[in-house]
């Protein structure tokens, strides 16, 4: 019994091991197989050469550039601590009062103390700027603009596709 409880806490330490930076920014590097990105700058890049391949697929379309405009920036929402302290006023009144003190939970990973992050949360897409050559007519214009509205999920006001 004590050898299969040691054996139960060993997997449940090793499965709630934090990610390390090093592991962290590699995950940034290789943005397609995980959702952890360091920074906005990584997220936009990310969300541009993805509409860049798909764009460039379509039929009438020779090259394309694509800008991404972000409508705020990347938020982590870190793992918090909270503790009820009791605490005397001493303005006006005399009792007590309680007070919640919260604090980001650290945890010790390899490359030193690191902040555990609950989840992402990232930003919504305000603009996108398409230029491509091989415009010739309308339609793969309309293409371009309902792939963009579709993919981003934005108003189609907030697209612009110009001729190279």
Not at 37 to 57: F, G, I, P, Q, T
Not at 134 to 161: E, F, P, R, T, W
Request: charged residues 20%; hydrophobic residues 40%.
């Amino acid at each position: 019994l004590v050898v299969v409880l040691c054996v139960v806490c060993v997997l449940l330490i090793k499965s709630n091991e934090p990610t390390t930076l090093s592991t962290a920014t590699a995950k940034a590097n290789n943005y397609e197989a995980n959702t952890y990105y360091v920074s906005s700058a990584n997220y936009c890049k990310m969300l541009e050469d993805k509409l860049c391949r798909v764009l460039s697929k379509i039929d009438g379309v020779e090259s394309v550039e694509v800008m991404v405009t972000l409508d705020s920036s990347l938020e982590l929402v870190l793992a918090e601590t909270t503790q009820n302290k009791n605490s005397s006023t001493s303005i006006i009144n005399t009792g007590s009062s309680n007070v919640e003190v919260s604090t980001p939970l650290i945890l010790d990973g390899s490359n030193g103390q690191e902040p555990l992050i609950v989840k992402e949360i990232l930003p919504k897409v305000k603009g996108v700027l398409v230029v491509c050559s091989g415009l010739k007519n309308v339609g793969v214009k309309l293409d371009i603009l309902h792939a963009v509205q579709s993919l981003m999920d934005i108003d189609i006001s907030n697209i612009q596709v110009l001729a190279a």
